[in-house]
């Protein structure tokens, strides 16, 4: 019986570590399109913020989730094409531009999101993939998931055959990486560029609103709690690369929960520590990556967070 409790307790970790992997694989993803670019977007927490009231707001309004997602969608693409506009054409310096816009969100949301508080959303589905669901363990644990869960999954792997194996792919790494050699190709530098960014903030509305609606569905201030930070600090983690993303999602949803895992045990550890966890793997994670600096430089694109002006 022991035993089966505990084999239980595991396929719900698993189960959650998914749920949790997911809000980090979107956004990651997301910000490793625009960094393959060439451009470092700090507004994730922001946009992430904005897009969560955003996607909240849409469903306790409509009482349609997917109107919710294209909400919080559409809240983050708008913000990341104001950071493009600034950055790209105006040539503002991308990581003051971004840590702006990452206190916007946080203040912004915060102030929309006063009439939302008590506000409540209708009472969420159960998701289930036929018969797959009612194994053993393995069913709870990977087969009842939200539907987002897998589309992450299966954007990261059609995200690695656009980079890797398309024209289109090849012709944004080089934007990336020389876009003066772009540029003399004539290729428009500046409008992929732009797009890069708009589809990495729509990412990153994306998983903000999976926040609000399908991870925790409420609205509190500050709900994102770190998590776009995480996302940008994974991007380095996996070295931009969309697979090393993904598993590095997993792997910061799973520190993120086996807190709460820890406490339902009965673990004797202080709540603060616990909810440090993930923190501190971050923290921990980025230290062992910069001990081999060269690792790093092989895979980072050549020209992230550098300017470009044409015939400048």
Known sequence: MMENLALQSYALLVAATLNAGTVLALASLGLLINEKAGIVNLGAEGMMLCAAIAGYAAVVHSGSDVLGFAAGM?????????????????????????????????????????????AR??????????????????????????????????????????????????????????????????????????AAVVTGGALCGLAGAYISIVYTPLWVEGMVAGKGWIALALTTFATWRPGRVLLGA???????????????????????????????ATIA?????????QWIRVNMPASIGKPFQPGG
Do not use: C, K
């Open 74 to 118: 559409l809240a983050g693409a708008f913000m990341a094409a104001v950071f493009g506009v600034l950055v790209i054409w105006l040539n503002t310096n991308q990581y003051a531009t971004g840590l702006a816009l990452s206190l916007f969100g946080a203040g912004f949301s915060a102030f929309a999101g006063i009439a939302y508080v008590q």
């Open 121 to 194: 959303i209708p009472e969420r589905p159960h998701y289930a993939v036929p018969w797959l669901s009612d194994m053993a363990l393995l069913g709870p644990a990977l087969f009842r998931q939200h539907p987002l869960a897998y589309g992450a999954i299966a954007f990261a792997a059609v995200l690695v055959w656009f980079l890797y194996r398309t024209r289109s792919g090849l012709i944004l790494r080089s934007v990336g990486e020389n876009p003066e050699s772009a540029h003399a190709l004539g290729y428009p530098v500046r409008r992929i560029r732009l």
């Open 250 to 280: 997993y792997l910061f949803g799973g520190v993120t929960m086996l807190q709460f895992h820890l406490q339902g045990a009965g673990v004797d550890v202080p709540s603060q520590f616990l909810s440090m966890l993930p923190y501190l």
């Open 285 to 293: 994670v980025l230290a062992l990556i910069s001990r081999n600096p």
